[in-house]
């Protein structure tokens, strides 16, 4: 969760990465357009390589899309893997660390809410 005084002239990026390191529970809200946004994406490898190292407690919520769009990119998040793959090159391991997140974040028992 953002903290107030990371916006108060700190580097977001380490410091948000260490909160997460800091963090016992995380929890991942994924919407249709989470994967277009590469800062969502390495936030999203963060909390999945904490959950691995240091077992962190994730918990997806699926907003409006199906855990399988998110495990094997479909619909949105084909399109949007398809275009920072267009952009950082299709064997781009920051891009394939992204897409092991997704698989993996995706195949978590989590919630799915579709209406409201």
């Not at 953002?2 to 916006?7: A, C, G, S, T, V």
């Not at 977001?12 to 969502?40: D, G, Q």
């Not at 918990?59 to 399988?68: G, I």
Request: proline share 4%; glycine share 6%.
């Amino acid at each position: 969760m953002d903290n107030e005084e990371l916006r108060k002239g700190e580097q977001i990026s380490p410091a948000l990465m260490k909160a997460i390191e800091e963090s016992r529970i995380a929890v991942i809200i994924f919407t249709e357009n989470y994967a277009s946004s590469p800062w969502c994406l390495e936030e999203l490898a963060k909390i999945m390589e904490c959950k691995e190292q240091r077992d962190l407690k994730v918990f997806p919520l699926f907003y409006k899309v199906e855990p399988r769009e998110v495990r094997t990119p479909r619909k949105s998040y084909r399109k949007a893997m398809a275009t920072h793959e267009s952009k950082f090159g299709k064997g781009s391991e920051k891009v394939k660390r992204w897409k092991k997140a997704l698989f993996d974040a995706g195949s978590l028992s989590g919630w799915e809410f579709h209406k409201g």
